[in-house]
């Protein structure tokens, strides 16, 4: 069965700190997508990046970075110097062809950057 | 270019009463999604219109719960009579496509308060 699992419930970090959002995912398809979105507070979730399981290749667009690794079944996402505005709910989320392309959300990791 | 309306913002009614969501896809966007998010949880897909049909309602509560797309283009999500389990974030996402590969656009939701 396709399930996505966030085992950070929720994360405190003081500002201009990294961190690491882990994000562990099950599928026996071999043909996926992966997605991370961002829930600020006022509720609307962002998009942030999606992943074909055929590229393996990290990737960092600003202060983010993606960490996919398929031998783990992981898709980690890491904050580089948080800001405040990184205060946010983040999903990880999974769509696959057993699913019929549905999104399968992880359950979220709640992450507050401190001044 | 306008994101995803949704209306009302809140709501607040007592079980077994009915309620009603309304939202506005992206100009252009063919698919709209209705997704539901209890607090603490991911988001949970609902039903997926393209155009003005149907293409995925297995998680659609359908002795209470009813949505339609008549035009292709806005969406009501109806919920009669209301159970105090459908207290939840409701989430609305449009997309220019069915595929996975194009990424939703989500709007700011309807929370609901079922007393």
């Known amino acids: 069965a396709q399930k996505v699992t966030q085992a950070q419930t929720e994360i405190s970090v003081v500002e201009k700190e990294d961190v690491t959002l882990d994000c562990v995912y099950e599928t026996r398809d071999t043909t996926y997508y992966l997605f991370w979105y961002k829930q600020p507070p006022s509720g609307e979730l962002v998009f942030l990046i999606r992943r074909n399981s055929f590229d393996e290749q990290n990737e960092i667009s600003g202060r983010y970075s993606w960490n996919f690794q398929k031998s783990t079944s992981s898709f980690n996402f890491t904050i580089t110097a948080s800001q405040v505005v990184d205060s946010a709910v983040y999903f990880c989320?999974?769509?696959?062809?057993?699913?019929?392309?549905?999104?399968?959300f992880g359950p979220g990791t709640s992450l507050s950057v401190i001044p | 270019e306008a994101g995803v309306a949704q209306s009302p913002r809140y709501k607040i009614i007592e079980k077994r009463q009915s309620v009603a969501f309304w939202c506005n896809p992206i100009s252009g966007h063919a698919t709209l999604y209705w997704y539901q998010q209890i607090l603490g949880q991911g988001p949970k897909l609902l039903i997926q219109f393209q155009n003005n049909g149907v293409v995925d309602d297995s998680q659609l509560p359908k002795d209470r719960f009813s949505a339609e797309r008549l035009k292709g283009v806005d969406s009501t999500l109806k919920i009669q009579p209301a159970k105090l389990e459908d207290s939840a974030v409701y989430l609305c996402a449009s997309s220019l496509g069915a595929d996975r590969y194009y990424e939703q656009y989500f709007g700011p939701g309807t929370r609901l308060t079922v007393t």
């Open positions: 989320a999974l769509s696959d062809r057993t699913s019929y392309d549905k999104v399968i």
